[in-house]
């Protein structure tokens, strides 16, 4: 008995979980292929790297009342609780894909907005709630002297912070 495959035509060639796939077996079935085990401390840290990029979005947009959206606020355009919301951002819970795509949806972001930055997961600082929030303020305030001042003011706490 043959098999057709409607999206792709399987050969001997195509490579799948880094091992060749053999011909059809002698039933028409196909050959077991080698189980690709992922490295589940692997799997928290893109959880929990989702699920901070899902944080750092939320906050940057505006919730109902001009302040950053709260997780509740996420929380019910999604279908889901703040309980919830807080899980992902924490790497907690694992996110499925249609939740992802409703959370981009929601906070104008495409789906790989959340898998930036990825293969720097080690080099990627902690940036705190108030970091997020206060870098989005500062890039509301209007071109001229008023944030020029402000920024000169934040570079000059920094230098004093850092000895330098």
Known sequence: ?????????????HKIAG???????????????????INSKSQSEIDAHIGARIREARLLM?????????????????????????????????????????IASVLNRPISYFFEELDQLEARPDISDSAIVTARMFHELPDGDVK??????????HSMGSGG
């Open 62 to 102: 505006k919730g109902e009342d001009g302040t950053p959206m709260t997780q509740t606020e996420l929380g019910n355009a999604v279908g889901v609780s703040f309980q919830q919301i807080q899980k992902y951002e924490n790497g907690t819970n694992r996110i499925m894909g249609s939740r992802l795509w409703a």
């Open 1 to 13: 008995m043959r098999h057709e495959w409607s999206c792709c035509m399987v050969n001997r060639r």
């Open 19 to 37: 091992g060749l796939l053999g011909p059809l077996g002698t039933n028409g079935e196909l050959p077991e292929m080698a189980e690709t085990k």
């Open 148 to 157: 020029r001042h402000v920024y000169r003011l934040i570079k000059s706490f």
